[in-house]
């Protein structure tokens, strides 16, 4: 889950998600304020999976096409890693989020409501 946000942070934010001194070459650059969805599923079944898959191949195949872009780019993936750990940290200690942006926050909060209610059901 927190590459999971960390990607999504980092397509909205860019390189401004990091904090690290000095330039990147040109090639190693995100620009962020990029459309991006985070689906949160409650079960992951079979048929949820080959829908999602399914689904993002359609669209990556298609948006590729439309704007003439090497859809196997992955800049922004390694980006994602970089602040990757810190909102599994986050994700871990359950606290600490209220550093992050609204976005992030929000799908922290999600993850969090789903686990604590997991349990109750467990537990009841």
Not at 60 to 66: G, K, N, P, S
Not at 78 to 88: D, H, M, R, V
Request: net charge negative; with cysteine.
């Amino acid at each position: 889950l927190a590459n999971c946000f960390a990607q999504s942070r980092l397509l909205m934010l860019g390189d401004d998600a990091i904090d690290e001194p000095g330039e990147r070459p040109g090639h190693k650059r995100y620009r962020g304020n990029q459309p991006s969805s985070t689906l949160l599923l409650d079960r992951l079944t079979p048929a949820t999976l080959g829908a999602l898959i399914a689904l993002y191949e359609h669209k990556v195949f298609v948006q590729a096409a439309i704007w003439d872009i090497n859809p196997f780019d992955q800049w922004g993936v390694e980006l994602g890693k970089q602040i990757a750990g810190e909102t599994e940290r986050m994700l871990a200690e359950g606290h600490g989020h209220e550093a992050m942006d609204a976005s992030t926050r929000a799908l922290i909060e999600a993850v969090w409501n789903t686990e604590r209610q997991a349990e109750r059901e467990k537990g009841g």
